[in-house]
């Protein structure tokens, strides 16, 4: 496909995804009445979510899509990350927050971010992805990557889902929430994690399918591990959650999976789109 139409797709679908990401940031943090209904616990992760959208979210899909539209490449990868990211964190938006007056926003978004991601990939096309790379070595470095994610954060949910099944009572990252269940662990255990592992299986037999969601859910990856630490950050000046470690783990996790990210994507061929 043109890049100019890539551009242009990417464009249309980057302006109204962050304006409405902004409204939601901006309602969430100085209109104190949005999150009245919630726990000071789950609201305490609302805050932060909210400023990591607004400081981190929004600026990466800005920046990707004016690279897209100059025709790099590796941009695309990144805004595809971020849009993923943006559906993530809006399904828990919508189905995570008691109703609001942001209700129509968070759908609106949520929508947004799913088209705008399912139409780029449909306009690249897998097969295509796979002939920008030089199929070398380098893709067990990624591979094995994305597999130990995957895994590692897959073990961490059934460590805690799966004792408090067999003693039938809430996780404890349900206490204080007062949510019927962890929306975050049913998006990973469900669709995330184990599409973490078929992408990482799939790109050591080089599929084309691996080189172009590799990247992707590396991006992702990286979105929600700075997500995470913030999220640690914030919910420990407000007087809970986890030490400060955890925040300083994951942002390891963040810059180990940035370092493979761009060793990645430097095998990738000449010239740009």
């Known amino acids: 496909m043109d890049n100019s139409l890539r551009g242009k797709t990417v464009f249309y679908f980057t302006i109204p995804t962050a304006l409405l990401v902004i409204v939601t940031s901006v309602g969430g943090l100085f209109f104190g009445n949005t999150y009245s209904h919630e726990t000071l616990e789950w609201l305490g992760q609302a805050i932060g979510q909210d400023l990591v959208d607004l400081v981190l979210l929004v600026p990466t899909l800005l920046i990707s899509a004016l690279l897209v539209g100059t025709g790099k490449k590796s941009a695309m990868f990144v805004w595809l990350g971020a849009m993923m990211y943006t559906a993530y964190t809006f399904v828990i938006y919508s189905f995570g927050v008691h109703f609001n007056a942001l209700f129509l926003v968070y759908c609106w978004t949520l929508g947004l971010s799913t088209y705008a991601f399912v139409t780029l990939v449909v306009q690249i096309g897998p097969g295509v992805v796979k002939g920008w790379f030089d199929e070398t070595r380098h893709e067990h470095i990624i591979s094995i990557f994305v597999l130990i994610a995957g895994v590692l954060f897959y073990l961490m949910w059934l460590k805690e889902d799966l004792p408090a099944m067999i003693l039938n009572r809430a996780p404890a990252s349900l206490q204080g929430t007062g949510l019927l269940t962890n929306p975050v662990h049913v ?31 590396l991006v992702f990856g990286i979105l929600m591990d700075i997500t995470i630490a913030a999220l640690v950050v914030v919910m420990k000046i407000r007087g809970s959650g986890n030490t400060v470690a955890l925040a300083a783990l994951f942002i390891a996790f963040a810059i180990i999976g940035i370092i493979v990210l761009v060793s990645f994507l430097r095998h990738m061929k000449k010239p740009a789109l």
């Open 187 to 217: 998006l990973d255990l469900s669709l995330i994690l184990p599409g973490f592992i078929i992408t990482s299986v799939l790109l050591l037999k080089k599929h084309a399918f691996g080189y172009l969601f590799a990247p992707v859910l």
